[in-house]
Nanobody
Framework: QVQLVESGGGLVQAGGSLRLSCSASGRIVSINDMGWYRQAPGKQRELVAA???????NYADSVKGRFTISRDNAKNTVYLQMNSLKPEDTAVYYC?????????????????WGQGTQVTVSS
């Protein structure tokens, strides 16, 4: 009933930029926190950046000063602007959203994930 669709990944040289987008659709009452995670081969999924519904942001130390998370609440969309990319940023990036929606029991909160988008940074 709720879907997160990501776009914007690709191949870029070190020092380059990419912008990821993630749009939520479906029977949504409200979207609370949204965020981006990434998972490199052989590593655990890690938080990259998060943003609350009020716009408060949080970043992993490894991306501070290079990445910027933002959201457009009217479009149910979160963005990740990635600048000064490094080869170690190579990973599959996943969108995450905590969404309130109705079910048979009333209003409930759910966590949803996007399908992932590959970001590859060449040296």
């Amino acid at each position: 009933q709720v879907q997160l669709v990501e776009s914007g990944g690709g191949l870029v040289q070190a020092g380059g930029s990419l912008r990821l987008s993630c749009s939520a659709s479906g029977r949504i009452v409200s979207i609370n926190d949204m965020g981006w995670y990434r998972q490199a081969p052989g590593k655990q999924r890690e938080l990259v950046a998060a943003i609350t519904s009020g716009g408060t942001t949080n970043y992993a130390d490894s991306v501070k000063g290079r990445f910027t998370i933002s959201r457009d609440n009217a479009k149910n969309t979160v963005y990740l602007q990635m600048n000064s990319l490094k080869p170690e940023d190579t990973a599959v990036y996943y969108c995450n959203a905590k969404i309130t929606r109705w079910n048979a029991l009333g209003l409930n909160d759910y966590t949803y994930w996007g399908q992932g988008t590959q970001v590859t940074v060449s040296s």
